[in-house]
């Protein structure tokens, strides 16, 4: 007897038991249900923020770019990850003794760590860098005749660019890259020009001319390659 009544009070413990967790389990569904919603409807009241943006415009600052243009787009090859790109600047830099006149384009691919077209990526490129180089008052010798004049230079370095980034999400982005130009770049450059100088009998004669000069100092620019370093900032849509 002492047995069955034992066995019913179990039963009853047990059933009140499993009633209570019941309630419990059903209360933590609900409030997780709740919470569920809750996000959906912030997501929903802000699309823009979780919307993957495949193209982005620009304006990139830095070397060797100095202050240009930037078009970058995400195409779906490996889950949104690689990103063809093209930069073009054409900028004038003037020395004390030179007037440049530099132009720089570049074309390759970012290849980006996460899948939504934004956070860190690692870059490659081909960089093309045009020269327009005058030298102002450059002492000329031809045929034994000596004088000073203007010279004019033109140079290109082509340089593979290697280059780690980061870039941030939105409509409005910002990015930031280092890397390195991989290149030769010349140490001179030969100049025409002409130049001014008295003959022998006092005239003043005008006569064309080459000289060597050494390539002039460019910020970033060396004789192993070209410092990759720019901000950049713009739209993406």
């Given at each position: 007897m002492k047995n069955l009544i034992l066995l019913i009070i179990c039963v009853f413990v047990t059933q009140i038991y499993g009633q209570e967790l019941d309630k419990v389990i059903f209360e933590q569904s609900s409030e997780q249900i709740q919470e569920l919603d809750s996000l959906n409807e912030v997501i929903h009241s802000f699309p823009e923020a979780y919307k993957l943006r495949r193209v982005s415009m620009g304006i990139k600052l830095g070397i060797p770019i100095i202050a240009g243009v930037s078009l970058e787009g995400i195409t779906t090859l490996f889950g949104n990850r690689v990103a063809p790109f093209f930069d073009y600047s054409s900028f004038p830099f003037n020395h004390d003794k030179t007037d440049i006149n530099l132009k720089y384009s570049e074309f390759g691919s970012n290849f980006y760590f996460g899948n939504q077209g934004e956070g860190v990526y690692f870059g490659i490129g081909l960089g093309t860098l045009n020269t327009d180089i005058v030298f102002k008052d450059l002492t000329f010798e031809e045929d034994g005749?000596?004088?000073?004049?203007?010279?004019?230079?033109?140079?290109?370095?082509?340089?593979?660019?290697?280059?780690?980034?980061?870039?941030?999400?939105?409509?409005?982005?910002f990015r930031l890259e280092l890397g390195y130009g991989i290149g030769s770049i010349p140490n001179s450059l030969e100049v025409t020009g002409e130049f001014t100088y008295e003959d022998s009998d006092g005239l003043t004669q005008i006569e064309s001319g080459t000289e060597t000069e050494d390539f002039p100092p460019i910020p970033g620019v060396s004789s192993d390659g070209v410092l990759v370093g720019n901000f950049g900032f713009g739209i993406s849509f």
């Amino acid at each position: 007897m002492k047995n069955l009544i034992l066995l019913i009070i179990c039963v009853f413990v047990t059933q009140i038991y499993g009633q209570e967790l019941d309630k419990v389990i059903f209360e933590q569904s609900s409030e997780q249900i709740q919470e569920l919603d809750s996000l959906n409807e912030v997501i929903h009241s802000f699309p823009e923020a979780y919307k993957l943006r495949r193209v982005s415009m620009g304006i990139k600052l830095g070397i060797p770019i100095i202050a240009g243009v930037s078009l970058e787009g995400i195409t779906t090859l490996f889950g949104n990850r690689v990103a063809p790109f093209f930069d073009y600047s054409s900028f004038p830099f003037n020395h004390d003794k030179t007037d440049i006149n530099l132009k720089y384009s570049e074309f390759g691919s970012n290849f980006y760590f996460g899948n939504q077209g934004e956070g860190v990526y690692f870059g490659i490129g081909l960089g093309t860098l045009n020269t327009d180089i005058v030298f102002k008052d450059l002492t000329f010798e031809e045929d034994g005749n000596q004088g000073t004049g203007v010279g004019k230079a033109s140079s290109k370095i082509s340089t593979t660019n290697l280059k780690l980034g980061i870039k941030t999400g939105g409509k409005i982005y910002f990015r930031l890259e280092l890397g390195y130009g991989i290149g030769s770049i010349p140490n001179s450059l030969e100049v025409t020009g002409e130049f001014t100088y008295e003959d022998s009998d006092g005239l003043t004669q005008i006569e064309s001319g080459t000289e060597t000069e050494d390539f002039p100092p460019i910020p970033g620019v060396s004789s192993d390659g070209v410092l990759v370093g720019n901000f950049g900032f713009g739209i993406s849509f």
